[in-house]
């Protein structure tokens, strides 16, 4: 009791007396903290879209009209005998044209410019490894009935570069300010050292453990960047709340990020908090506290 | 109780502030380490608390070797020496009752404890009227003695004192000698440097005379020349 009242006070009293530097550790953790669940949540939705607009599919045989249930068949199977080949579904053009509605039903005009007939019904070919795309290729190269065969996956590779570009200058960023971060929160700590600098040698000489002494300034520290975390998913969640829910309204053909997404990366931006901290804090008093 | 066997101490600067001093003090003693300034009064008192380590030479102090007593250890051995300055080190934030109690919070007794051994510490130096005063409402005697309070608070072996009475007058020095000499009393081996001749001489107990880092003089009963 007595115990947890002495650390509190400590701790406390700290943060009062250099409160605009506590101040500037706070808004550099939550900034940095913001951008690196910013990051989280970027890569979280270019999966989920991934997943919708390619459906997983990593290559599609579009045919021929008229479609010849023969040919369907016998493509099918000479695919699914591939050792490759993960599965094979057929798409007609009734489903190829419900689907083109549904991507784009926030676009009517191009829905009611586009006459269904010109959609081709296909084969969508998810592969086991998609490296493997020319073994696909070679196979079906010479059959009856195909009109293209659509390698999906030089497309995926292409968004997936684009929003690697993204995602790592975001991370890059938010890596930078964690930093930032870092060094403010040891600067918080070190200044506190200072100014109690006649309290912790009446410590010393009373025989104070060097933990006994140390504690107060982690919880310190500890307690500045989860101020920042908390304030970073607030404002996570806020912006969530902002930018998304309107999108959800009018952009429906695009699966995004909900609530649950949000949670599950707040353990991640704790444990950032945390361990970036508590190293800072070491760092800070690690010269000041030598017996 | 505190044995210095061959001590040599050379800072870092080349400065040899003790050369092989060999002193004994034991359990009950009262004694003054004299001498002029930068005889090496303070370095003694400095080596037994560890705050420096002797060049060579073996310092033992209440039964611990100080040159094997791991740095996490050191605490522990502070713990049993209490620490009396010239220029008091009390906080000026605190009162004089949470000064003393802070000597024991750090050192994690339970609040019960704290209460009652503060209270009694204080009586005993006479200041139970004064506990909730701040160091700034106090005369430099009292404040002294509520720096005495907390050295004793946690019931030392040994109490190291450097120049205790330095920065108080002739009265008022005698007033926080026979403080000091009630905590002898009870027990507590009490180690004073000083160069305050009139107290010396009026108290006639042994005096170690240092000059130049050397032992010159060891002397039960002795003065201060």
């Given at each position: 009791m007595s115990r947890f009242e002495f650390l509190f006070r400590e701790t406390t009293s700290g943060l009062r007396r250099n409160g605009l530097v506590a101040f500037a550790a706070i808004s550099t953790t939550f900034i940095a903290l913001l951008l690196f669940g910013l990051s989280l949540l970027i890569s979280r939705q270019v999966s989920l879209m991934i997943e919708a607009t390619t459906?997983?599919?990593?290559v599609a045989v579009y045919l021929t009209d008229p479609v010849n249930p023969d040919t369907v068949r016998s493509l099918s199977g000479t695919l699914t005998g591939l050792p490759v080949v993960e599965n094979v579904d057929f798409e007609s053009k009734q489903e190829a044209c419900d689907r083109f509605k549904e991507l784009f039903a926030n676009q009517p005009a191009l829905v009611n410019n586009?006459?269904?007939?010109?959609l081709p019904a296909s084969l969508r070919v998810k592969l086991e490894?998609?490296?493997?795309y020319a073994q696909v290729e070679a196979v079906l190269q010479?059959?009856?009935?195909?009109d293209r065969i659509v390698d999906q996956s030089a497309f995926l590779d292409r968004l997936f570069a684009v929003t690697r570009v993204f995602r790592v200058g975001v991370l890059l960023i938010s890596f930078v300010m964690l930093v930032s971060a870092a060094i403010l929160i040891a600067n918080t700590v070190r200044m506190g050292l200072f100014a109690r600098r006649k309290e912790i040698g009446i410590m010393k000489l009373v025989g104070a453990t060097n933990w006994r002494i140390r504690t107060p300034f982690l919880v310190e520290g500890l307690f500045e960047s989860l101020i920042g975390a908390a304030a970073a998913i607030l404002v996570l969640f806020g912006l969530k709340v902002a930018f998304i829910n309107p999108l959800n309204e009018s952009v429906q053909f695009v699966p995004w990020i909900v609530n649950s997404d949000v949670i599950a990366i707040i353990p991640w931006l704790l444990l950032a908090a945390v361990v970036v901290s508590l190293l800072a804090s070491l760092a800070g008093m690690r010269r000041f506290l030598d017996v | 109780m505190i044995s210095l066997q061959r001590v040599t101490k050379v800072y870092r600067n080349g400065t040899t502030a003790l050369e092989d001093v060999t002193v004994e003090v034991e359990k009950g003693e009262f004694v003054f380490i004299v001498g002029p300034s930068g005889s090496g009064k303070s370095t003694a008192i400095r080596l037994m608390l560890k705050e420096e380590e002797a060049t060579k030479g073996d310092i033992y102090v209440a039964g611990k070797n100080l040159a094997k007593l791991t740095s996490w250890k050191v605490p522990h051995l502070r713990r049993n020496i209490g620490t009396v300055f010239q220029?008091?080190?009390?906080?000026?934030?605190?009162?004089v009752f949470e000064n003393v109690a802070f000597a024991l919070e750090v050192i994690g007794k339970p609040k019960h404890v704290i209460d009652q051994r503060v209270a009694e510490i204080l009586e005993l130096v006479g200041l139970g009227d004064k506990?909730?005063?701040?160091?700034?409402?106090?005369s430099g005697g009292e404040q002294q003695r509520v720096s005495i309070a907390r050295a004793c608070v946690n019931r030392p072996l040994v109490l190291l004192a450097d120049e205790p009475t330095g920065n108080l007058d002739p009265s008022t020095s005698v007033e926080i000698m026979r403080l000091l000499d009630k905590v002898n009393r009870i027990g507590t081996t009490v180690v004073m440097a000083t160069h305050d001749q009139a107290i010396v001489d009026a108290m006639r107990r042994r005096v170690i005379e240092l000059d130049k880092g050397k032992v010159v003089r060891d002397q039960a009963r002795g003065v201060y020349a």
């Open positions: 459906g997983n599919v990593e586009v006459n269904c007939d010109a490894d998609p490296e493997q010479g059959q009856p009935g195909i | 220029d008091f080190k009390l906080l000026q934030d605190k009162t506990i909730n005063n701040f160091p700034d409402e106090l």
